[in-house]
């Protein structure tokens, strides 16, 4: 009788605290054993990985698709396309988002909210694990009832559903949120442990540049990125570190790109704050000189495809963030997926179009597909072109810290024989199959571009395991494999119980432990 469903032998495990060859033995979809070796003849099936490095499969924990209440237009990916692409570049758990129905009222509106999502992708071919984070699109009205309903409908939506995210804006007309109210949303998000994240950039600044610019004609694709200078991502980051320290409430900033961030955000750190950061590849890989048209000079317009907020910076700020994901001020990286069509006149990226708006920047859809591309890219440049201290740093960023912060580590994120999914990416053997030129069809998505075609890597994922079943295997997807479901977490948002005065919430009093 076997006593294993799997054996990967002779592969280098590399998790974020260990680098090591071993065997692993996969049972019932979760890590069963690793060791020194494994006799082969315990298992059903053999994988050799030949050499290879073997890491957890990784978390991208921002991710856009479709989603019922199409916040974001009509973004091109079903949470079954995603997932697909996603497995295509090693990534074995998207976390996307659930839109708030600004229609729906009472305490269960947020946990319904999320259910219409779940109904939704519960009819798709799903190829891994999804969660979603909810975006607050609305409070209904600004006063302290809120505050209390809102704190109800956060219970009903982690009970229900298991989502222990939000997230709010600080820009984007009709989502901005004003101070007040990402006050309420804390006080809400602190009391239930839920993780607060932050887009941040001062809605009110871009607003005004971007008016400005428009008089004097500047309405090209370029220009989305001047409407948006990195101190107006500064401002509001440290705006809402004071936001943050004032209800005691830990916060995840979201793609963070601006030095004056970085400044912020690790100042916080320094003085103990529990505040942590998101990067994503284009910041470090992509600059605003790709927000010009660069193939076709005929199409003016092809800077669109790389226009996305915060927007690609100047080509030298892209150390400042290397810096920063390898010293700890960054927690982790992300994609910020969010793909919409190029090529079509009707669809995606030329909505900026639509009933005589003329394709100004304000009007173009934000956002560039990456959810395939994030492991290969930060593979090649982090460990084999050392831009990271260890390969080790590549995982703790890629899997292990998104799984940590988003409440579903050693599930998900680790490599724990007894306690983990067996969720797996084999790299092909340092010696072959380098480099991997990336081309738009390898992505396996529906988007008709990548920022990153032509761009060379050294590895790239030779097999990808979801619930210890291959769903990859050195280009081909596997769909008779591909089961994946809905993930709850676990809040892991965790107060300091530190307070800038003699200032407590109300709810103190019922329980919660006070500062010592
Ligand atoms: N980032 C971006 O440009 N689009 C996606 C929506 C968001 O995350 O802000
Ligand atoms: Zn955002």
Redesign the pocket.
């Known amino acids: 009788m076997s006593v294993y469903d799997l054996i990967i032998k002779n592969g280098i495990v590399c998790t974020a605290s260990d680098f090591y060859p071993a065997d692993i033995g996969i049972c019932g979809g979760k890590i069963a054993a690793i060791a020194d070796s494994i006799d082969s003849s315990l298992a059903k099936e053999v994988i050799d990985a030949e050499g290879g490095i073997i890491t957890p499969g990784g978390i991208d924990a ?1 991710v ?1 698709v479709d989603e019922p209440m199409k916040l ?1 237009g009509d973004v091109v990916d079903t949470m079954g396309s995603a997932t697909q692409s996603a497995v295509a570049g090693g990534t074995t758990t998207v976390i996307a988002f659930a839109s708030q129905d600004v229609g729906l009222r009472g305490p269960k509106a947020l946990s319904n909210s999320v259910r219409q999502a779940i109904d939704l992708y519960e009819e798709q071919t799903l190829y891994c694990d999804y969660g979603l984070h909810l975006i607050i699109a609305r409070l209904e009205d600004e006063s302290k009832q809120t505050c209390e309903e809102l704190d109800d409908q956060l219970r009903n939506m982690y009970d229900d559903h298991g989502v222990s995210s939000v997230k709010v804006f600080m820009t984007y007309p009709g989502l901005q949120m004003s101070d007040y109210s990402i006050l309420n949303t804390m006080y809400a998000t602190r009391k239930n442990g839920i993780t607060t994240m932050i ?1 941040a950039e001062n809605g009110d600044i871009v607003r005004w540049m971007t008016e400005s610019l428009e008089l004097q004609g500047l309405v090209q694709p370029y220009y989305h990125g001047v409407s948006r200078p990195t101190i107006v991502e500064g401002e509001a980051t440290s705006r809402a570190i004071t936001l943050a320290t004032t209800m005691d409430t830990p916060i995840l900033f ?2 963070v790109s601006s030095p004056e961030a970085l400044d912020s955000i690790r100042k916080a750190q320094t003085s103990g704050l529990k505040v942590y950061a998101e990067t994503c590849p284009q910041y470090m890989l992509l600059s605003d000189e790709d927000t010009k048209c660069h193939h076709d000079q005929s199409d003016k317009f092809e800077g669109a495809k790389n226009v ?2 915060p927007p690609l910076r100047e080509k030298q700020n892209e150390q400042r963030i290397w810096k920063a994901m390898d010293n700890g001020t960054i927690t982790i990286v992300s994609s ?1 997926h ?1 793909a919409y069509l190029y090529s079509s006149k009707f669809r995606g990226k030329h909505n900026a179009f639509d009933n005589g708006k003329g394709g100004g920047f304000r009007y173009i859809p ?2 560039m597909p990456g959810v395939c591309t994030r492991l290969p890219l930060l593979f090649d440049q982090g460990y084999l072109k050392n831009k990271l201290s260890s390969l080790m740093k590549f995982v703790e960023l890629h899997c292990t810290n998104p799984a940590k912060i988003y409440g579903c580590y050693p599930k998900k994120g680790a490599l724990l024989p007894g306690s983990s999914d067996a969720d797996i990416v084999i790299w092909y053997p340092s010696k072959s199959k380098v480099p991997v030129k990336i081309r738009n069809e390898m992505l396996h998505h529906p988007c008709d571009y990548t920022p990153y075609e032509g761009f060379e890597v050294g590895n790239w994922p030779r097999y990808t395991l979801v619930h210890g079943k291959v769903v990859y295997k050195e280009g081909k997807l596997l769909q008779h494999n591909a089961e994946g479901h809905y993930l709850r977490r676990n809040t892991n948002s965790i107060p300091r119980n530190k307070w800038v005065n003699g200032w407590r919430p109300a709810y103190e009093k019922f329980g919660t432990p006070q500062q010592e």
């Open positions: 921002h856009h974001l887009h979201v793609h996305c907020s910020d969010c934000n956002g």
